[in-house]
């Protein structure tokens, strides 16, 4: 018998709902007369509701297509095959390659590729600009990327970083009334900025609970129910969603209820998952094993500030006692730059994070993906492994990509699991 209670989340078929809307709405943009725009998950949906309104809009967000492509195994195949007969490297971002496959081939899964109106790139890691400004080129579109890196670590914004941004974010408003025909609307603007503030405020305190013994939410559940605010973060439905993920979560931590029900052994995995064999973290729950976080998935879209101490914790950026509704766009604007963060793909910040799970959320050990798909989420990683070493912490590592199946072997993954699980002194519960 199981150690602890499990239960499937309610919120499950909401998320999966939710998700099958976007993509839908993105496939049917075209037909419903609105402006498809296209660019990575950020914070430009805010500025695309203070453009037009929720529902003047589609956005297709492209990591969130390259992703979902990269689970599509076949489709997966011919995308980067074509985009590598191209003459591209195999070494660029695997989401980008996917992405370029399906736009070239004009082949998604659900018809023609759905190509967009205009881009608009947040440039938070190096591919992001040459990603979108190679589509806009390719499709003969306009592109506005945004330089933000810096300030997306969140532990060193300087006044010039916010100065830099909001000077930037200005320059958008201006180019998209330009290449819509359409007006901005302050207040419709502000209210997306509260929203997308409102889930990251959500979303820190929902990874926050994973604090519990037992894990209340594995990792493998976290990628699946992030989704909605890496699609739509700026929206009422994302709000509700988050709302009734944290009660239930809440719930969830007072009943006792377990991720894994033989919980033995608490994880940290880091980077992004290689989303066609998700089925790897099934086979640690046989050894008891729950991954209960990790910088990607707990990072973005989030909002974290550390203690004095050093230790990582939720905020609430809005509606705290004596908080004020921004009052005109650019005071929404500060509001969006300065709101808690990520800290998401700078290595320092990357190791900050993970030594703060690992310190507080009751971690035996971390197991790091060496991602040949996504030097985003890569960087910095060996000095992270050493930092947790010296915190006394084991580590492992495996190979493999997000999302070209070519860099995966499973039988070597599996080897390098069970050796892992071995030097944890972990055995098979169950076959
Ligand atoms: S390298 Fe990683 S973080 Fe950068 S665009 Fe690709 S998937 Fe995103």
Request: glycine share 10%; aromatic share 12%; charged share 25%.
């Amino acid at each position: 018998m199981a150690k602890y209670p499990t239960k499937k989340f309610d919120c499950w078929q909401l998320a999966k709902e939710m998700q099958r809307k976007t993509f839908e709405g993105v496939m049917t943009a075209r037909e419903q007369g609105k402006i498809l725009i296209a660019g990575s998950s950020g914070f430009q949906g805010c500025f695309l509701t203070g453009l037009a309104g929720a529902d003047g809009f589609a956005f297709l967000s492209s990591e969130a297509y390259g992703g979902m492509l990269s689970a599509n195994t076949e489709l997966q195949k011919e995308c980067i095959r074509e985009v590598e007969r191209r003459g591209y490297s195999p070494d660029l971002c695997s989401y980008m390659r996917n992405y370029w496959g399906s736009a070239f081939l004009n082949r998604s899964p659900w018809g023609e590729f759905p190509h967009a109106d205009l881009y608009v790139q947040p440039a938070i890691c190096d591919t992001h600009a040459k990603w979108t400004t190679t589509m806009a080129e390719y499709h003969g579109i306009p592109c506005f990327v945004i330089d933000v890196t810096e300030a997306m670590d969140f532990d060193k914004q300087g006044g010039h970083h916010k100065q830099y941004f909001i000077d930037q974010g200005l320059e958008l408003i201006e180019w998209l009334e330009k290449h819509t025909g359409k007006e901005f609307d302050d207040e419709r603007f502000i209210e997306s900025v509260v929203n997308h503030q409102i889930t990251s405020d959500l979303w820190a305190e929902i990874c926050e609970m994973n604090k519990a013994v037992p894990c209340p939410m594995d990792q493998k559940s976290q990628y699946s129910l992030s989704n909605a605010i890496i699609r739509e973060h700026h929206s009422p439905g994302a709000v509700r969603f988050m709302t009734l993920l944290r009660d239930e979560m809440k719930d969830r931590v007072a009943q006792g209820i377990a991720a894994v029900g033989n919980e033995s052994c608490r994880l940290i995995h880091d980077n992004c998952p290689a989303w066609y064999a998700l089925h790897i973290f099934r086979y640690m729950e046989k050894y008891g094993v729950v991954c209960v976080g990790g910088h990607y998935g707990m990072a973005f879209t989030s909002s974290w500030a550390y203690t004095e101490d050093g230790r990582l914790k939720a905020i609430k950026t809005v509606g705290y006692p004596g908080w004020q509704r921004p009052s005109n766009w650019e005071v929404a604007l500060r509001v969006l730059v300065s709101g808690g963060g990520g800290g998401a793909l700078l290595p320092d910040a990357g190791r900050k994070f993970t030594l703060g799970v690992a310190r507080d959320w009751n971690i035996n050990g971390a197991l790091f993906h060496l991602n040949r798909g996504c030097e985003g989420w890569s960087r910095g990683r060996m000095e992270i492994i050493y930092a947790l070493r010296e915190m006394g912490l084991p580590t492992s590592t495996y190979e493999g990509s997000t999302g070209d199946m070519k860099d995966w072997n499973e039988a070597q993954v599996l080897n390098r699991i069970d050796s892992f699980m071995e030097s944890l002194d972990l055995s098979r519960l169950e076959d």
